[in-house]
């Protein structure tokens, strides 16, 4: 079974700064997807970014960008500039290939807290 | 358009009584998925459906865990014989197969489960 480790429970960031959180996966695959999505005190999990495992190129979206290191099996997600409203929990998913019990479930970490000050 | 929803948005419910939780995904979605939010835990994938078929039920905690899907759109997940460990948030999240194949999952609000 793949599992997904995120070593660190809580962050702080000051606003306007930088935070890296860090996402580790075991896996045997070649072909998978990776998430990071973000739950707010609303409980509303809310897809950040996905990076597909077969492309090279690390994805952005806006202030936020992934650190894919595929051998490493690394996937560690940078927001830039942050903001209030990024103070949540965030978490690191894996997707791997169909199965036919599951579908595509998901395997997730147990999560970052993210505290930002102003 | 809408989201996925579901109700209620909190219970409270006694120490052996039976709860139902209720999900509507988004409309022609057909894959559908719960999973548990327990304190300090992550989530945990409970059961998928692909239209009103679930074909592993082994994820399900216990056996007082039961799930349906009916019409290919609204699943319930119920609990019978409630107990304090069952407290957590369920969420429930649907996809389809999205022309970019990543399948996203579309996550509704969750539902708060206290057992007293």
């Known amino acids: 079974a793949q599992t997904v480790t995120q070593s660190q429970p809580e962050m702080s960031v000051q606003e306007a700064e930088t935070v890296t959180l860090s996402c580790t996966y075991d896996t045997s695959e070649s072909d998978y997807y990776l998430f990071w999505y973000k739950q707010p005190p609303s409980r509303q999990m809310i897809l950040v970014i996905r990076?597909?495992?077969?492309?090279?190129q690390n994805a952005t979206e806006n202030r936020f960008s992934v650190n894919f290191q595929k051998a490493a099996k690394s996937f560690s997600l940078k927001i830039s500039d942050s903001q209030l409203g990024d103070a949540a929990m965030y978490f690191c998913?894996?997707?791997?290939?169909?199965?036919?019990?599951?579908?595509?479930?998901?395997?997730f970490g147990k999560g970052t807290s993210l505290l930002v000050t102003p | 358009g809408a989201g996925v929803s579901q109700s209620p948005s909190n219970k409270v419910t006694e120490k052996g009584k039976d709860v139902e939780l209720r999900c509507d995904p988004i409309s022609g979605h057909t894959a559908l998925y719960w999973y548990r939010q327990s304190l300090g835990q992550g989530l945990e994938f409970l059961i998928y459906f692909q239209g009103n078929s679930a074909p592993d039920k082994s994820g399900l905690p216990s056996d007082r865990f039961s799930a349906e899907r009916t019409g290919g759109s609204v699943s319930t997940l119920t609990i019978q014989r409630t107990q304090q460990e069952d407290s957590a948030v369920y969420l429930c999240a649907s996809s389809s197969r999205g022309g970019q194949g990543s399948y996203e999952q579309y996550f509704g609000p969750g539902t708060r489960l206290t057992v007293t």
């Open positions: 998913a894996y997707r791997g290939t169909q199965n036919s019990n599951s579908g595509y479930a998901l395997n």
């Open positions: 990076q597909e495992a077969y492309k090279q």
